[in-house]
């Protein structure tokens, strides 16, 4: 179990002798230690104090949590160029101004936003540069400006000159003026925080360097030999995605047009990245680890990063536990393709209205899927916490098996995590299996063509793209069944992507439309086959279609597609107990006899002020009956 970032908060409010008791309770800390993005929470004493700690525990885990995409803009970034920041499409100075002129006449004002930050602040921050050779911007010569006032009709701007560390400057007619891409403040204390521009088409300095080297240069200098982190294990890059629908206006090699860090149908941001993870992979070392957020949509490279951070389980928002598999899945991708040693956990923490009171099931499907994955489990919302103060550190009950106190009750584990929906009967017959000429003439996929080969290990869909396109999707409409559950289970192999190496899995997407909705689900796919597991509860009973959508015009391939009528529940043995969840809408019966013949278990003996009712000691019979969204950990007797 590893403390999140009430490590870095309890900091900054005890001493060192009644923090460590604390802290060394668990297998390890993550936390910010660095005031790269927030100052409220963050000083001296954290570099300390986590030091200090690792000292006293040298096997325990000592992570930085450090934001991926952004920092503020004084940040450690004395000799950075101008040119490193995200922006948006901006504009261009219509008449020259000096360094007294607060009011700057453009082109266009219409991509000028006047709009408050959490902490009052008005206005876009902007650069200004002198336009330089081809057309774009010189950067030597930059300055940060804060907007004030847009006058639209006459495409005016009030600023206020020099800020962040510049000066004022005199700018010729032709200037170029550009909003930043940013986020925050996160505290009252703290400036906005810009983001990087991590595209490969970002605009380099005069010695060629781009962003992302001075920042794997600076990881080095941190982690390496006197460096102010040399005693850490490594870092995880928080909030690290730029997702499609966040890039609008994104004009990531400042020519004044939008590009969305797109080029020729290539995700520049996304190659900025793997450059980034692997420069950093360098400066870390190979003993170090290198982790980062694990939100949809993200493609981080295999061959640098052990593994990722699911920040709230399944995600901070998924209240109703819909996602349930599709964390699972990415979690287990993790804990097998990512780079040695590998290291992923789940995050038990909802963002608000959904934060508190605390739900002590959710708590233990989060553990549960820990525990299905050979991962550690973290918590942000803690027990017996009130809405805006989740700072207590108090032990759940299942990781100590309540009252007896004891870490790391379950033991070592006994066999592989079931999914009980697997061993169901396959509502498709065998036809996703055999892929016969019947079954084949159902799927729908305008510009796709299947192909149907045979080897040894079975009979395999090939699945490729007539024409060029940005992504393959085909569906099977018209699969009826009985229940309100569905389960699928397949495996799925990507040819590589055109624009990336092996080590970067391509993305797959489920959607599931039935009477009872629609709900996607998103996958990794390597280019070895990976088996995966989703489900769908309260979809059904009736006709529903599945639709997969890979990204890449590449081919893929999908053998042994399995449709059951039946909830993802799960299972799993340990020497000193075992673990079942229930991740339906609807109580499940688990028939314990027949999962572990020749054993028998007990609830643990619960605290008073946690969940006493559940956890209440009692013997587990022939049976177990969950509640819907609901896992349990019990104890062998």
């Known amino acids: 179990m590893l403390a999140f970032r009430q490590s870095q908060i309890q900091a900054g409010l005890l001493a060192y002798s ?103 602040g008005i206005g876009d921050d902007i650069v200004l540069a002198p336009m330089g050779a081809g057309g774009r911007p010189d950067f030597t010569a930059a300055e940060q400006v804060r907007l004030t006032g847009i006058d639209r009709t006459n495409n005016r701007l009030t600023v206020v000159r020099g800020k962040y560390g510049t000066s004022p400057l005199s700018f010729p007619t032709g200037g170029y003026l550009a909003p930043h891409e940013y986020a925050g403040p996160w505290s009252p204390v703290d400036d906005r925080v810009w983001l990087y521009n991590l595209s490969t088409m970002c605009p380099p300095d005069a010695s060629g360097r781009r962003v992302v080297d001075a920042i794997a240069e600076q990881v080095g200098s941190w982690f390496g030999p006197g460096g102010v982190l040399a005693a850490f294990d490594g870092l995880q890059l928080d909030v690290f995605q730029l997702r499609t629908d966040a890039r609008a206006g994104v004009d990531a090699d400042c020519d004044g047009v939008a590009d969305l860090a797109m080029q020729a149908g290539i995700d520049t941001y996304l190659q900025g990245q793997i450059q980034l993870t692997k420069g950093m992979r360098a400066s870390l070392g190979s003993k170090r680890y290198l982790l980062t957020d694990g939100g949809v949509g993200q493609q981080p490279d295999t061959a640098s990063v052990n593994g990722v951070e699911l920040e709230g389980f399944p995600t901070l928002d998924d209240y109703g536990i819909t996602l349930w598999s599709q964390a699972l899945m990415t979690l287990q991708f993790w804990q097998s393709r990512g780079a040695s040693t590998r290291l992923s956990y789940p995050l038990y923490k909802y963002a ?56 790391g009750w379950l033991g070592a584990v006994r066999g592989e995590t079931v999914h009980l929906a697997e061993r169901e009967p396959d509502e498709l017959g065998g036809a996703g299996v055999a892929w016969p000429e019947s079954f084949l003439a159902t799927l729908v996929g305008p510009g796709v063509e299947f192909v149907v080969e045979s080897a040894a290990s079975g009979t395999t869909l090939l699945v490729s793209g007539r024409l060029a396109s940005s992504s393959l999707t085909f569906s099977i409409p018209g699969l009826a069944f009985d229940g309100p559950d569905l389960v699928l289970s397949f495996d799925l192999q990507a040819v590589k992507s055109t624009a990336h190496a092996a080590t970067i899995g391509r993305q797959c997407t489920v959607t599931v439309t039935g009477d009872g909705g629609e709900v996607a689900q998103t996958l990794t796919v390597p280019t070895t086959y990976f088996h995966a597991v989703l489900g769908w509860h309260g979809i059904g009973p009736g006709p529903v279609q599945m639709t997969l959508t890979v990204d890449g015009d590449m081919p893929v391939r999908l053998r042994g597609l399995k449709m059951f009528a039946a909830p993802d529940a799960i299972v799993r043995g340990f020497s000193n107990g075992a673990m079942f969840a229930n991740p339906s809408g609807h109580e499940v019966t688990f028939d314990v006899a027949s999962l572990f013949p020749r054993r028998r278990f007990a609830r643990i003996f619960g605290s008073a002020d946690q969940d006493p009712a559940t956890n209440d000691g009692a013997k587990i019979g022939p049976t177990l009956t969950l509640d819907a969204l609901d896992a349990l950990v019990v104890r062998a007797v």
Do not use: C
């Open 352 to 407: 608000a209205p959904n934060d508190y009171p605390v739900s002590f099931n959710r708590f233990r499907l989060t553990l549960a899927a820990a525990l299905a994955t050979n991962t550690p489990v973290s918590w942000f919302n803690d027990i017996g916490g009130t809405s805006g103060t989740p700072n207590n550190i108090v032990l759940w009950d299942e990781l100590i098996a309540g009252t007896a106190n004891t870490p």
């Open 18 to 120: 009644d923090w460590e008791p604390i802290f060394a309770q668990f297998n390890g800390i993550i936390g910010k230690a660095l005031q790269e993005e927030l100052s409220d929470s963050v000083g001296p004493q954290t570099v300390e104090y986590f030091t200090r700690f690792k000292q006293s525990f040298p096997k325990k885990l000592v992570l930085l949590h450090l934001n991926g995409r952004a920092r503020l803009p004084t940040f450690e970034t004395d000799g950075w160029s101008a040119g490193w920041w995200l922006y948006r499409v901006g504009s261009v100075l219509t008449s020259a101004v000096d360094p007294d002129d607060t009011v700057l006449p453009v082109a266009s004002a219409a991509n000028f936003k006047l709009r408050a930050d959490a902490y009052g």
